[in-house]
């Protein structure tokens, strides 16, 4: 059974580099057609995509975060990366990892589709000085 | 952007039948995913592509679809219901999209 766990500083100064590592246990990073999302969620608000990465090294992100928002993946480690420049206050939030299933339409090229498991626990980055 | 509408809270009594609406513009074209998030802990999926089950949800979890509105239905509800729900779809305009949130009490 597949399980996923963050990792990094808790603490990131405003306008520094937010950076964080998602491990893969149970399998293989590079198994099946699945994709690995990075997913955030400030204090007691909703839920927010960042982006995602497939084993190839293919990223899609979210528009809102684009600029700032960079996703790697090392197969050999079974691990995938989050790095999120200029950060502020409003980036502090609880980080996710996840598992990203994408449906394909049938010339099985273009994204129809797609939901998150399992999730890793998360983990709480402050942005402050 | 396409937007999900949830309600920001939902009651039922214990033993009783929850019923939680994610409203979206012709949202029955759509799959939706619904997750299930309880107090400090990460979310986990309840039900995908509208009414599939994953391995280890209890059968009380149902889902259906249709028009503007998909509908998470939990049956019988317990304590360890109480949590917040996410409803999710894919968008061609903006990929991933979550719904608000809706917390569920159970009295």
């Known amino acids: 059974q597949v399980q996923l766990q963050e990792s990094g500083p808790g603490l990131v100064k405003p306008s520094q580099t937010l950076s964080l590592t998602c491990t893969v246990s149970?399998?293989?990073?590079?198994?099946?057609?699945?994709?690995w999302s990075w997913i955030r969620q400030p204090a007691g608000k909703g839920l927010e995509w960042i982006g995602r990465?497939?084993?190839?090294?293919?990223?899609n992100y979210n528009p809102s975060l684009k600029s700032r928002v960079t996703i790697s993946v090392d197969t050999s480690k079974n691990q995938f990366s989050l790095k999120l420049s200029s950060v502020t206050a409003a980036d502090t939030a609880v980080y996710y990892c996840?598992?990203?299933?994408?449906?394909?339409?049938?010339?099985?090229?273009?994204?129809?589709?797609?939901?998150?498991?399992?999730w890793g626990q998360g983990t709480l980055v402050t942005v402050s000085s | 952007s396409y937007e999900l509408t949830q309600p920001l809270s939902v009651s039922v009594a214990l033993g009783q039948t929850a019923r939680i609406t994610c409203g979206g513009n012709?949202?029955?074209?759509?799959?939706v995913h619904w997750y299930q998030q309880k107090p400090g802990q990460a979310p986990v999926l309840v039900i995908y592509r509208d009414s599939n089950r994953p391995s280890g949800i209890p059968e009380r979890f149902s889902g259906s679809n249709s028009g503007n509105t998909a509908t998470l239905t939990i049956s019988r509800a317990q304590a360890g219901d109480e949590a917040d729900y996410y409803c999710?779809?894919?968008?061609?305009?903006?990929?991933?999209?979550f719904g608000g949130g809706t917390k569920l009490t159970v009295l």
């Open positions: 149970g399998g293989s990073i590079s198994s099946g057609s699945y994709y």
């Open positions: 996840a598992r990203d299933f994408l449906g394909f339409d049938s010339s099985g090229y273009y994204v129809v589709d797609n939901w998150f498991d399992p």
């Open positions: 999710q779809v894919w968008d061609s305009s903006t990929d991933v999209v």
């Open positions: 990465i497939y084993t190839s090294g293919s990223t």
């Open positions: 012709n949202i029955g074209s759509k799959n």
